[in-house]
C-alpha cells in the first residue's frame, strides 16, 4: 500500500498516481500558510524570498524591503514551526518544490 502524497514527500507527487499536489503543498506548507493568515505575516513570503535569493539574508531583505533583523526573526519562526532541521538539503528541497508548485496553482 502507498502513501499519500503528504506521507511520500515529492516522490509522491513525481511518483504517486494521483500526482496528489495540493496534498503535497498543504503538507509541506500548511502550518506556515496557517500561520500567516492566523496572525497576518509574511513567514510564506519570507522563505520563498530566502530560497529565491540563494539562502541570502542579504538579498531576500533587499526583496522583501525589511530590514535583516526581521528577515532573521521571521526564519526564526519557521524554525519554531517547522522544527530545527527545515533547511536540510531535504527539507529545503521540499520546501521549495512546495513554494513553486504552490505558485504555480495559483497562476
Known amino acids: 500500500a502507498g502513501g499519500s502524497a503528504g506521507e511520500l514527500g515529492f516522490l509522491g507527487v513525481l511518483l504517486g498516481e494521483d500526482h496528489d499536489v495540493d496534498g503535497f503543498v498543504k503538507a509541506t506548507l500548511g502550518p506556515l500558510l496557517e500561520y500567516d493568515d492566523r496572525r497576518g505575516t509574511q513567514l510564506v513570503r519570507t522563505l520563498a524570498a530566502y530560497f529565491g535569493c540563494g539562502g541570502s539574508l542579504?538579498?531576500?531583505?533587499?526583496?522583501?524591503?525589511?530590514?535583516?533583523?526581521?528577515?532573521?526573526?521571521r526564519l526564526d519562526r519557521v524554525q519554531a514551526i517547522l522544527g530545527p532541521d527545515w533547511n536540510s538539503p531535504e527539507n529545503a528541497l521540499e520546501l521549495q518544490l512546495a513554494l513553486r508548485l504552490r505558485l504555480l496553482s495559483l497562476g
Open 58 to 73: 542579504t538579498r531576500a531583505k533587499e526583496e522583501l524591503h525589511v530590514h535583516i533583523n526581521t528577515v532573521v526573526q
